[in-house]
C-alpha cells in the first residue's frame, strides 16, 4: 500500500488525511494512520468490504501492525448497486459521482495507471507523477462523504 487516507467532520468542514509512502519500505507508515481511527468511528468506503479492508489487515499483519478496523462499516459501491444498480451504466464511484452528484472530474487519472505512476517516481525520484495520484485519492475521499450525504438525506436520484 502506497498511498491511503480518510476525512472526518469537525466544525462543520470536511477534513482530510492522506498518508504516501515515498518508497516501499515506508508501508507500515501508511498503514499507521489507521491506528487513530476513533473507536466509535463508522468507516466509510468504497469497494472496501471487497478489497480495501482485507488488503489493510493482510499488510497490518504482515508488518505486525494492529489496526482499527473492527467498527461499523458502511461499503458504499454495495449501497450504491442496490439504490441505482439498475439506472446507471455500472457502479463505479466516477459513475455514481457522475450521474448521482453530478460531479466531474477534471484531468483524473484511472486507477489501474497508479501503479506505473508510483514506479515512475521511483526510478526517476520526480514526485510531479504522484500530484495526480493524490489528488485523485483525495477526490475519492471527498466525494464518498458528499455521497453518503446524499444517500442519508434521503435523495435517492
Not at 466544525?11 to 482530510?16: A, G, L, P, S
Amino acid at each position: 500500500m502506497i498511498l491511503t487516507g480518510m476525512a472526518w467532520i469537525e466544525d462543520c468542514k470536511i477534513h482530510v488525511r492522506q498518508r504516501l509512502a515515498p518508497e516501499p519500505s515506508m508501508e507500515a507508515a501508511v498503514l499507521e494512520i489507521f491506528h487513530h481511527i476513533p473507536p466509535d468511528s463508522v468507516l466509510v468506503t468504497f469497494n472496501g468490504a471487497s478489497f480495501d479492508i482485507p488488503y489493510i489487515r493482510r499488510r497490518s499483519v504482515f508488518h505486525n501492525l494492529s489496526n482499527r478496523l473492527e467498527q461499523c462499516h458502511v461499503d458504499l459501491y454495495h449501497v450504491s448497486r442496490r439504490l441505482w444498480g439498475c439506472s446507471l451504466p455500472d457502479c463505479k464511484l466516477c459513475t455514481v459521482e457522475s450521474h448521482i452528484l453530478g460531479v466531474e472530474r477534471d484531468l483524473d487519472i484511472p486507477g489501474a495507471y497508479v501503479p506505473d505512476y508510483y514506479h515512475t517516481y521511483l526510478s526517476t525520484g520526480n514526485p510531479g507523477p504522484l500530484v495526480p495520484v493524490v489528488e485523485h485519492n483525495r477526490e475519492d475521499i471527498i466525494n464518498m462523504a458528499l455521497l453518503l450525504s446524499h444517500i442519508n438525506s434521503g435523495s435517492t436520484d
